[in-house]
């Protein structure tokens, strides 16, 4: 569990991945690693990194495809039985999830080298993987031992995960909010330094001097990133970084699966929210179009219809999570007034 890491270790910036084997070697990792990655990436980058894993360790390589956590489990044995001695992830999200999960069942150091910032699981406690129904469950485990950010992996991938990952760290506005009202309901107790890594996450970021995305942007990204994920660490549990507006979107992906990006749901959900309760809501709504993420529900796919259900379910999605939804009106003609005036200010 990781004992034998002599070294707890974050890497961000450029060119890292030329360096993951000395970041390795310091962090006293050796012997025999399983590498999962996911295939598209594998294509650009795997020569590279087998290079730079193989300088400490052989290497035994797995793709992966799909999250589910069958594939995290079969990992897991082949790592208990292969004696492996340490196991990296590389990839998107669905690869570094499966790794992470795989390294917790199987207590096995976890290096994670993700290549895009779309959301704040890349360096937390939580794996978020596919059931045998192909729903997908947030699974506590733990935080990587090592984390690698390339800079210039995440800038040649899609624009769009970057915008997600902006989108992912606006939520965590609102649920500061949610977690104080639940606090304040007697539901939860209270975390005051799990609170500050979420607040500095959100506010580093929104209060920083870029208008456009450029290395050094998603160097203050990926930090915020981090900052959430060390928030949930020290809660336990998502509740710092994960409020009204994740359960928003984990109705959507049940009840209206438009294939929209994790974070812009949640962004949307955010905005949505603070309209629905009457809070202040300009500087996210500037935020978000000074990066041009388009939060416009139409514009996602989502009629008025399955935002007013998903609004509705959205309490039922995870009932121990206590928010604002269970203090305010949703009554359906109060949530289609919403919808509009989320339209008319996401024009
Ligand atoms: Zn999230």
Known sequence: MGSNIAQRSFEVGVGKLESVG???????????????????????YGTT?????????????????????????????????????????????????????????????YVSIPTTLANDGLVSAIAVLKDSESLPRSLGCRMPDVAILDIDIVMNGPIDLVKAGI???????????DWDIAVKAGRESENNYAKLMSSTALESL??????????????????????????????GSSRPVSGSEHLFSHALDYYAPQNNLHGIQTALGTIAVLTLTGRPRK???DYLSRFEVDVNPRRLGIDKDQFVECFQKAPAMRPGRYTCLNECDLATANLEATYDQVLEETR
């Not at 992912?168 to 609102?174: L, R």
């Not at 160097?219 to 994920?229: T, V």
């Open 167 to 177: 989108g992912d760290t606006i939520s965590n506005h609102t649920a500061l909010i």
């Open 49 to 109: 990194l087998l290079q730079q894993v193989s300088r400490v360790a052989s290497v035994e390589v797995h793709k992966v495809k799909a999250n589910t956590m069958e594939r995290a489990m079969d990992l897991a044995q082949q790592a208990l039985l292969g004696d492996i001695d340490f196991i990296v992830g590389f990839g998107g999200g669905k690869a570094t999830d499966v790794g992470k999960y795989a390294a917790y069942v199987a207590k096995k150091p």
């Open 206 to 235: 929104i209060n920083s001097r870029f208008d456009e995305i450029d290395g050094d942007f998603l160097m203050q990204l990926a930090k915020s990133l981090i900052f959430s994920g060390i928030a949930m660490e020290y809660a």
């Open 22 to 44: 000395a970041t390795l070697e310091r962090s006293g990792l050796k012997g025999n690693a399983l590498l999962v990655s996911g295939s598209h990436v594998w294509e650009e």
């Open 283 to 285: 500087q996210l709504l």
